[in-house]
């Protein structure tokens, strides 16, 4: 099982352009995230999928939109980047319900907006 | 003030002694409560997690939970070099389904 798989691992934009993230999770996970990370900052939400058919917005979704795609992928749409969203990007999924709740986390994309 | 805070650190201490990390939240209303250990460069990665009072242990690490003083700790017994990693305490509220962070505590272990 390969797990959450993210394309790409790195990327670099100018600003005003636009692209998608991909993730995808093998494991028949209900719950699919994304989140952000900036130096100091931790993980902050953008958006989740609680289960397939339904999104919701995070701690910080503006200037992302989302799409669950299927049970597996969930993208992570960038419509006019800015330097702002220059961060490291994770998709995480979970068994939701569940007692632990654990997420397991994808590799991570390095994207840089200029 | 954020949800949930830690010592950005750095927390330096020598091989073979005992780590102590904290982190507060603020919403009493958090049921579950999460450590997570992410290596420079990687993801995350679950290491414990607590949801009633008291101590849980596992191996060398120790999570304790005081929910009357909104306080989660993390103790690493025998700090490895390879226990060098950014340690992100999270919570989760009841019925919730979603993880809020803290900033995470930098560890250094010096052989």
């Known amino acids: 099982n390969a797990g959450v798989t993210q394309t790409p691992k790195f990327q670099v934009l100018k600003t005003g352009q636009s692209m998608t993230l991909q993730c995808a999770q093998d494991m028949n996970h209900n719950s699919m995230y994304w989140y952000r990370q900036d130096p100091g900052m931790g993980l902050r939400l953008i958006y989740y999928?609680?289960?397939?058919?339904?999104?919701d917005k995070g701690e910080v979704p503006n200037g992302y939109n989302v799409s669950r795609l299927n049970k597996r992928e969930f993208s992570l749409r960038l419509e006019s980047a800015a330097p702002s969203q220059t961060s490291v990007y994770f998709c995480?999924?979970?068994?939701?319900?569940?007692?632990?709740?654990?997420?397991?986390f994808g590799p991570g994309t390095r994207l840089t907006v200029l | 003030q954020k949800e949930v805070e830690q010592n950005s650190g750095p927390l330096s201490v020598p091989e073979g002694a005992i780590a102590s990390l904290n982190c507060t939240y603020s919403d009493r209303g958090s049921q579950s409560f999460f450590w997570y250990r992410q290596y420079s460069g990687k993801s995350p990665e679950l290491i414990m997690f607590i949801y009633s009072n008291g101590d849980k242990e596992d191996g060398r690490f120790t999570a304790q939970l005081n929910k009357a003083s909104q306080y989660v700790s993390l103790l690493i017994r025998d700090s490895q070099p390879s226990d060098s990693a950014t340690y992100l305490c999270a919570t989760i509220k009841a019925a919730g389904n979603k993880l809020t962070f803290g900033g995470g505590t930098r560890v250094l272990v010096k052989p």
């Open positions: 995480a999924s979970s068994e939701f319900p569940s007692v632990a709740y654990e997420q397991f």
């Open positions: 999928s609680a289960s397939e058919g339904t999104t």
